[in-house]
């Protein structure tokens, strides 16, 4: 009997846009808490039209198990600006 080779399943993508603006110290800070997209097609589109409004916008990627707290490496998907460094 063969064997049948189960596709190995691969961590859901984590898909955030984040907007920063300087404070009256002139230190960036985010505009609102990173909000999680559907796509990373849409999070791109997002991360444009909000590039328009603030001094730094930035949409990026990465797998993600929040329940078993594993994460990959965060992939910029476009950025626009000053953006605080990621971590």
Known sequence: MPETLLPQS????????????????????????PA?????????????ALALKYVGVIAWSREANPALGEYGLPTVLFQHGNVPEME
């Open 36 to 48: 999680e997209q559907q796509s990373e097609e849409r999070a791109i589109r997002t991360a444009k």
């Open 10 to 33: 691969k961590m859901p993508k984590l898909v955030v846009v984040a907007a920063f603006d300087p404070n009256e110290a002139g230190d960036l800070q985010a505009v609102f808490r």
